[in-house]
């Protein structure tokens, strides 16, 4: 799908913007795919997820610095609406946006989509965010830097939670747009859904090895915001 993501990433309608593809040792053609755009290419033998996103960062020269996965592709103004949340709110260290999953994948990602442990935005009202995925994500690259970027520790899931809870330990806040859409293709199987979910669970436990307090007793975190989704409707 990185050739997608790619295609849709370039056709930004965006006055001013580079992107950045950070190749973590790979071992398909990735790297042959993205040479074939005009993007900036760095290739690294493979450190895991939370290196290869510092080190997008510390190579970029905007002043935000936007995330999205090689499995997804965003709106055409997807940059405008995280633009705008910034500009409209000067202390939101983070801004980012729903990630759904395109049309015409199939029964399974469609039933993947829907499943828990996805990764959904946990809101604390419709415009503030207390988490926010790495999937559909922005920050102010100065704040993102201010903090040491994102833990290593990371490799593959979880980073984007422990970023999003450092960033307001500083006391800044996080900025959701329903707008700042991306198109984010699931698990179109059983077997690589349960590897996510393994993958996310190993995650789960470093974050509350290093986050206690936002754990309660049962080990369970304890979002102050909302975790939205389709709901239960019954019909009298």
Not at 105 to 110: K, L, S, T, W
Not at 125 to 144: K, S, V, W, Y
Request: contains cysteine; negative net charge.
């Amino acid at each position: 799908t990185l050739a997608e993501t790619l295609q849709h990433v370039c056709d930004l309608q965006y006055p001013n913007f580079e992107v950045i593809v950070v190749n973590d040792g790979s071992t398909d053609n990735c790297a042959e795919i993205a040479v074939g755009f005009p993007v900036r290419l760095i290739s690294v033998e493979n450190g895991g997820l939370s290196r290869a996103r510092n080190l997008g960062a510390e190579a970029a020269t905007g002043e935000i610095v936007a995330y999205i996965d090689d499995d997804a592709y965003p709106d055409p103004h997807w940059l405008h609406y995280l633009a705008l949340e910034f500009l409209e709110h000067p202390n939101h260290a983070g801004v980012g946006g729903p990630n759904l999953p395109p049309v015409g994948d199939g029964r399974i990602a469609q039933a993947v989509a829907n499943s828990p442990g996805g990764p959904l935005e946990v809101l604390v009202t419709d415009r503030e965010a207390e988490h926010i995925p790495g999937c559909n994500c922005a920050f102010r690259r100065d704040r993102l830097l201010a903090i040491g970027g994102f833990d290593p520790t990371f490799r593959t899931a979880g980073d984007d939670v422990d970023f999003c809870w450092r960033l307001m330990d500083q006391g800044w806040t996080i900025g959701y747009h329903p707008s700042a859409l991306v198109w984010h293709h699931r698990r179109n199987s059983v077997k690589t859904f349960l590897k996510q979910q393994r993958g996310y669970g190993i995650a789960e436990a470093l974050l509350e090895r290093k986050h206690p307090d936002r754990y309660n007793l049962l080990g369970h975190v304890t979002w102050k915001g909302r975790v939205y989704g389709k709901g239960v409707w019954q019909v009298l």
